[in-house]
């Protein structure tokens, strides 16, 4: 067994001894499809099939009374009044907050303490707000992913603590994979202190493939496109 062991070990080093790196321009370690050889229409309706594969909701809406609507017929739904959010800026969508607020429902503000207990008690409070409504920074078609990078406005709870979470993505922002997003927009991973990639609702399988929703995250998923 040992000689055995020093002959494959000997190889090992002899080949390293031989080796030579390949030019880095040769180097591709995987292979991105550009955007451009697909059409928007395309990237939608692959996106719109792997989220409904994943037990998520995709919507359409064109106006912001259409998408207040449609946010409150999924509120109600879910006996929701409340609501966790990014900011109607963060959003890109002004007078949301005001339109939820006229067909009953609540904007739930909050700022964390920096103290641990502080922060453990804010969290828990919160923890009883029914749905989290956000925008999208992108939404990516091969895995019905939606993209959000935290930042002022852009609080990471709305879209984490709440068992619903409604995502508002425009129509201009449906990349073909992760890859192609991040050749276009590098500059995603480094606008704030988390980049999340949410395919679907949240899911965990124990040791016997018991599959559960909701235990790190969201139950429900919902996806309004807008324009």
């Given at each position: 067994m040992t000689d055995a062991r020093d002959r494959v070990l000997g190889a090992v080093r002899d080949a390293l001894l031989r080796a030579t790196l390949p030019h880095s321009a040769a180097v591709r370690p995987f292979y991105v499809?550009?955007?451009?050889?697909?059409?928007?229409?395309?990237?939608?309706?692959?996106?719109?099939?792997?989220?409904?594969?994943?037990?998520?909701?995709?919507?359409?809406?064109?106006?912001?009374?259409?998408?207040?609507?449609?946010?409150?017929?999924?509120?109600?739904?879910?006996?929701?009044?409340?609501?966790?959010?990014?900011?109607?800026?963060?959003?890109?969508?002004?007078?949301?907050?005001?339109?939820?607020?006229?067909?009953?429902?609540?904007?739930?503000?909050?700022?964390?303490?920096?103290?641990?207990?502080?922060?453990?008690?804010?969290?828990?409070?919160?923890?009883?707000?029914?749905?989290?409504?956000?925008?999208?920074?992108?939404?990516?078609?091969?895995?019905?992913?939606?993209?959000?990078?935290?930042?002022?406005?852009?609080?990471?709870?709305?879209?984490?603590?709440?068992p619903v979470h409604i995502a508002l993505v425009k129509s201009d922002r449906f990349y073909g994979s992760l890859p192609a997003l991040l050749a276009a927009r590098p500059d995603l991973v480094a606008r704030g202190s988390n980049f999340v990639v949410v395919a679907g609702p949240s899911r965990t399988a124990d040791i016997e493939m018991m599959l559960t929703h909701g235990v790190h995250g969201p139950k429900h998923v919902h996806a309004i496109l807008i324009p």
């Open positions: 499809v550009p955007d451009d050889q697909t059409t928007k229409a395309d990237r939608i309706a692959q996106f719109t099939s792997a989220l409904i594969a994943l037990t998520g909701e995709v919507h359409e809406a064109g106006s912001l009374d259409a998408i207040c609507d449609l946010i409150a017929q999924i509120a109600r739904r879910d006996n929701a009044t409340r609501y966790l959010s990014w900011s109607d800026e963060a959003i890109e969508c002004p007078g949301l907050a005001a339109g939820l607020l006229s067909r009953g429902m609540r904007r739930v503000t909050y700022d964390l303490p920096v103290d641990q207990a502080g922060r453990l008690g804010a969290a828990r409070s919160l923890a009883t707000v029914e749905l989290g409504v956000t925008g999208a920074d992108a939404a990516l078609s091969d895995g019905g992913a939606i993209v959000l990078a935290s930042g002022p406005g852009r609080g990471r709870l709305a879209s984490l603590l709440p």
